[in-house]
């Protein structure tokens, strides 16, 4: 099984940055394809961005030239880095990593992380 573990998540004032990290641990397994998802309150859960294991990447448009994401294989590792950050941005977000483990598929969540933008 493979499980992940978030962190980074804080209050911020508007502009500010925050960096979210999410690794994987567990073993046998091959993460393809990492991402970073949000839910705000009374709201259904979005894309925020995601990552091929070749670095492709893929953006939601509200995020786009503020938000980067990043993954170290290594590591297993995820990382989130938001900038010019808006008090929109305020949700819990959530990392994803999708692969294969000893043969079969999975798609696995984390906890979730609150951010929170606001004066």
């Known amino acids: 099984q493979v499980q992940l573990v978030e962190s980074g998540g804080g209050l911020v004032q508007p502009g500010g940055s925050l960096r979210l990290s999410c690794a994987a641990s567990?073993?046998?397994?091959?993460?393809?394809?990492m991402g970073w998802y949000r839910q705000a309150p009374g709201k259904q859960r979005e894309l925020v961005a995601t990552?091929?294991?070749?670095?492709?990447?893929n953006y939601a448009d509200s995020v786009k030239g503020r938000f980067t994401i990043s993954r170290d294989n290594a590591r297993n590792t995820v990382y989130l880095q938001m900038n010019s950050l808006k008090p929109e941005d305020t949700a819990v977000y959530y990392c994803?990593?999708?692969?294969?483990?000893?043969?079969?598929?999975?798609?696995?969540w984390g906890q979730g992380t609150q951010v929170t933008v606001s004066s």
């Open positions: 990552i091929s294991r070749a670095r492709t990447t």
């Open positions: 567990g073993n046998g397994f091959r993460i393809t394809t």
């Open positions: 994803n990593f999708i692969g294969t483990t000893y043969g079969s598929d999975f798609n696995s």
